[in-house]
Nanobody, 127 residues
Framework: QVQLVESGGGLVQAGGSLRLCCAA?????????LGWFRQAPGKEREFVAA????????YYWSSVKGRFTISRDNAKNTVYLQMNSLKPEDTAVYYC????????????????????WGQGTQVTVSS
């Protein structure tokens, strides 16, 4: 088992920045590939970004590439999502997720591939 707790969400104006954090506890953090997903009102949850166990490989959804950066600190058991140049369409509840038993450099983009989820943090971008 691993427990995930997100923080850092809030209200920001378009063009602004936020940094989301997801703290993990329970199992060896470096054993997990990690990802961020989001769900806007009335829409399905969608992939945002993923990072491999060693942190060297990342992957982004096209709509956030160049604006968002995913990173992890295995010593602090934390994964981050730095969000810059935010747009109103980025408004959503953001979730971090963890997947065990992956290869060292695998990045996972499918919601079904993740077995552990946080409770989510709201990000609202005003125009």
């Amino acid at each position: 088992q691993v427990q995930l707790v997100e923080s850092g969400g809030g209200l920001v104006q378009a063009g602004g920045s936020l940094r989301l954090c997801c703290a993990a506890s329970g199992r060896t953090f470096s054993n997990f590939a990690l990802g961020w997903f989001r769900q806007a009102p009335g829409k399905e949850r969608e992939f945002v970004a993923a990072i491999s166990r060693d942190g060297d490989t990342t992957y982004y959804w096209s709509s956030v590439k160049g604006r968002f950066t995913i990173s992890r600190d295995n010593a602090k058991n934390t994964v981050y999502l730095q969000m810059n140049s935010l747009k109103p369409e980025d408004t959503a509840v953001y979730y971090c997720a963890a997947a065990q038993f992956t290869s060292w450099r695998a990045v996972l983009t499918g919601e079904y591939e993740y077995g552990y989820w946080g409770q989510g943090t709201q990000v609202t971008v005003s125009s």
